[in-house]
């Protein structure tokens, strides 16, 4: 009982921080939203949150039976809350380790089950910049969002040796840095 209590002034709370800093024209922008692009949008999140459920099955593997499809999901939906609530999305990881040790997962296979999912982003978002690229190439683009893409994609292609190199020399690294120290 005491856990809805928290729960119900949580929300409470997050509803009175924009009226209370001079938000008061927020429903009125809320009641002129078309409802349904609101359902709409509110459907791809949910849709995106059972996708990243069946993700975080397929990537807990023999381990999956630990975790069932509400439980999947409630996990999901908690560390994208925790990234979204904590600066620069720190408290993600440690909440899907936290949450997934809960449920007899181990913190070195949660930690490992986290990266891969971000490892899986950085390479979905690359394929997606460079397909950006190639769409470009073809039609007529201004200078300037021609050069943002490319930048983003060496970015990202960047960041994704950079995991590699790190995956794959990684004792050397732990040997570096503790020379270092």
């Known amino acids: 009982m005491s856990r809805a209590i928290w729960l119900a002034m949580a929300l409470l709370a997050a509803l009175l921080v924009p009226l209370l800093l001079g938000g008061g024209e927020l429903w009125g922008r809320v009641q002129r939203f078309s409802l349904p692009l609101l359902l709409g949008m509110l459907s791809m999140i949910l849709l995106c949150w059972i996708i990243n459920s069946l993700r975080l099955s397929l990537l807990l593997g023999r381990h999956r039976g630990r975790l069932g499809r509400w439980k999947s999901l409630a996990v999901v939906m908690s560390t994208e809350f925790a990234m979204c609530a904590t600066p620069g999305g720190s408290g993600g990881p440690l909440t899907l380790m936290a949450l997934l040790a809960r ?27 460079l397909g950006i690229l190639f769409y470009a190439l073809f039609q007529n683009l201004s200078q300037r969002l021609e ?6 994609s060496l970015s990202l292609f960047g960041g994704l040796c950079i995991c590699l190199a790190i995956a794959r020399y990684h004792r050397r690294l732990i040997l570096l840095s503790g020379h270092l120290l």
């Open 103 to 129: 449920n007899g997962v181990r913190p070195a296979h949660g930690s490992a089950v986290f990266a891969m999912d971000q490892l899986s982003d950085l390479l979905f978002f690359l394929c997606a910049l």
């Open 147 to 152: 050069w943002l893409l490319a930048l983003s």
